[in-house]
């Protein structure tokens, strides 16, 4: 008699429904890494702490204390204090916002010029595609740190100086991949179709060559985005970045190089920082651009 009162649990809805629901949510993580998935993970955390560092520490990053001058890390100071007093985890976490501002601004400096320098080459002619490539090719001859360090030499250093030199730095590149694209856009049928049915140019342009183009630049661009970080903290190392006293991350570990024999946590865990952020951005990004590819070929 109970039994009759009991739900049926052979292969009804009762089953069927859950199941339905854990394909469901597994389905658009179950082809994600667990790498990618945590790299992802702790970019948002960083990017949490940059946007309201305050919500992780009372403590101002400028607050010294003579009497706490290097003192080792503990439970006081979790990643201990540096050679003023400053508590080194409370500047490590208000450097995360002038360090991925450095790295988002050059990175989108790079981005916009070169996508209009790759434009310009593939659709301005053949005299203007000769001109505009081999004035790419001359500049990627040269390094790009050191390419960056010549612009700073010209504009001067400072967090806007730095983000125009290395955005500078890396326009050949997005440049010609934008070229390429936008010349193997230019010959597709669909863009012959547009040309014979006789669209105008700039409507061509914009809805179909520009579009097309600009999509595989926008998965490197989040590969180049841990490159131009870590350029930005170089500079930044050399004394060339922010002024004093930013709590930027090159910064700091440039400060720590002095100390790292009696206080090694000055310069180990802002380096920490900036390599563990560069190696997140880095998977996300490759995986991005694999799906991307993969997705092209089909």
């Known amino acids: ?130 001109l505009l490539m081999r004035l790419a090719d001359i500049l990627l001859a040269l390094p790009a740190l050191l390419l960056a360090l010549l612009v700073v030499t010209v504009l001067g250093s400072g967090t806007v100086n730095v983000m125009t030199a290395i955005g500078i730095a890396f326009v050949p590149g997005y440049a010609r991949l934008v070229r390429a694209e936008a010349m193997v856009v230019r010959r597709s049928s669909y863009v012959e179709s547009a040309v014979a049915l006789g669209l105008p ?41 922010p002024a004093a006293p930013s709590p930027e991350w090159g910064a700091l570990l440039s400060a720590g190089r002095d100390f790292l024999q009696t206080a090694w946590w000055i310069g180990v865990f802002p380096g920490a920082a900036v390599t563990t952020t560069v190696i997140a951005v880095n998977v996300v990004g490759r995986h991005a651009q694999q799906r991307f590819t993969r997705r092209t070929d089909r």
Not at 30 to 44: E, I, K, N, Q, R
Not at 103 to 114: C, K, N, R
């Open 1 to 130: 008699m109970a039994s009759s009162l009991l739900p049926d649990l052979g292969t009804g809805s009762a089953v069927a429904a859950p199941a339905r629901v854990r394909r469901r949510w597994a389905g658009p993580l179950s082809s994600v890494p667990v790498t990618v998935v945590l790299a992802g993970v702790l970019l948002l955390l960083v990017v949490f702490v940059a946007v309201a560092p305050g919500l992780f520490t009372s403590v101002s990053p400028a607050a010294t204390d003579p009497l706490a001058a290097l003192q080792g890390p503990g439970s006081e100071h979790w990643l201990g204090t540096d050679q003023l007093g400053r508590d080194l985890f409370t500047r490590i976490l208000y450097g995360a916002r002038p360090s991925l501002l450095l790295g988002f601004g050059s990175t989108l400096i790079s981005v916009v010029a070169g996508a209009a320098f790759g434009l310009a080459a593939a659709l301005g002619g053949r005299v203007a595609d000769q």
């Open 201 to 241: 140019r700039r409507r061509i342009v914009l809805r179909h060559i520009l579009p097309n183009a600009l999509a595989p630049l926008l998965t490197l661009a989040t590969v180049g985005f841990g490159t131009a970080l870590i350029s930005a903290s170089g500079l930044s190392f050399l004394g060339l970045g």
